[in-house]
Nanobody, 113 residues
Framework: QVQLAESGGGLEQPGGSLTLSCAMS?????????SEWYRQTPGKQREVVAS???????IYADSVKGRFSISREDAKNMIYLQMNSLKPEDTAVYYC??????WGQGTLVTVAT
């Protein structure tokens, strides 16, 4: 059974940086064609933030392009979301997903002074 667990969320000031991590058990990220990060705020639909396809092809939402970066570390079976130049509108619960069929429980990111 594939399970995903996010970590690294927290409170950060505008302009700051955070790195989110997602660990997988019961499988490997390499087996899946797509790994993604989503985010959701109350009252809004979950939106995709960053997607990684073979081979190292990445796509980002316009709102985070140039600021966020998705990566994968096969040796640790983890994916990451490096978030720079954070803005208050980046505040959300962030979820990792693999194969668009498995999701983590989410980690809260709050960007505020």
């Amino acid at each position: 059974q594939v399970q995903l667990a996010e970590s690294g969320g927290g409170l950060e000031q505008p302009g700051g940086s955070l790195t989110l991590s997602c660990a997988m058990s019961g499988g490997t990220f390499r087996r899946y064609a797509i790994s993604e990060w989503y985010r959701q705020t109350p009252g809004k639909q979950r939106e995709v933030v960053a997607s990684m396809f073979p081979v190292n092809k990445t796509i980002y939402a316009d709102s985070v392009k140039g600021r966020f970066s998705i990566s994968r570390e096969d040796a640790k079976n983890m994916i990451y979301l490096q978030m720079n130049s954070l803005k208050p509108e980046d505040t959300a619960v962030y979820y990792c997903s693999v194969g668009r069929g498995y999701w983590g429980q989410g980690t809260l990111v709050t960007v505020a002074t």
